[in-house]
């Protein structure tokens, strides 16, 4: 039984540059979501897939952000023009359906220079 | 105010004893809750899931819950110098499509 898979695990870009990340969730899993967190917080929601269709974005999710979860499998999220304040760890994580348990992935550490 | 709290800690107990973490939340339509364990530089690992009313048990942890006082608790029986590590409470708002965390309680578990 294979977990969420995240990649890269770590990402070090300039600032200005557009980074893409990606999420393998667990094979049956129907729900997919992604986190960001940063030091000392616990994990800020961004959005959520029920298969391919995005349902909700967070309003920390601005026009620089953008996610996709095409054929319901695995999802990219991007962000264009990075700034410094998008250093964080995404997370990504996925339910069978709703108000069971999130599985989390590695994570994806972000460090913009 | 924060629709999930926790005390940040940190909690320091000694080796074999009980230590109890604590959360409160707002959202009183709120019915599914967890527990996640979470190292330093890793990502949450799930530990509890509670749904109804009372206790849970699962090996040395034990969830508590209470949706008349709006309260999670977790307690760790036997605590290991390797529980030390941050323990995050999550609750599902908005009709199941996130999980909202509290900013964790730091454990650390001395010998």
């Known amino acids: 039984d294979t977990g969420v898979s995240q990649d890269p695990r770590h990402k070090i870009t300039k600032r200005g540059q557009n980074v893409t990340f990606r999420c393998d969730p667990i094979s049956e899993h129907n729900r997919l979501y992604w986190y960001r967190q940063t030091l000392g917080q616990g994990p800020e929601f961004l959005t959520y897939f029920q298969n391919e269709a995005q349902l909700e974005k967070s309003r920390l999710l601005s026009d620089r952000f953008s996610a996709e979860r095409p054929k319901g499998s695995f999802s990219t999220l991007e962000i264009q023009r990075t700034e410094q304040g998008d250093s964080a760890m995404y997370l990504c994580a996925s339910s069978i359906d709703g108000d069971q348990p999130q599985h989390f992935g590695d994570g994806t550490r972000l460090s913009i220079l | 105010q924060k629709e999930v709290e926790q005390n940040s800690g940190p909690l320091s107990v000694p080796e074999g004893a009980i230590a109890s973490l604590n959360c409160t939340y707002s959202?009183?339509?709120?019915?599914?809750f967890f527990w996640y364990r979470q190292y330093s530089g890793k990502s949450p690992e799930l530990i509890m899931s509670i749904y109804s009313n009372g206790d849970k048990e699962d090996g040395r942890f034990t969830a508590q819950l209470n949706k008349a006082s709006q309260y999670v608790s977790l307690l760790i029986r036997d605590s290991q110098p390797s529980d030390s590590a941050t323990y995050l409470c999550a609750v599902y708002s908005g009709g199941y499509n996130k999980l909202i965390f509290g900013a964790g309680t730091r454990l650390a578990v001395h010998p």
């Open positions: 959202d009183r339509g709120s019915q599914s």
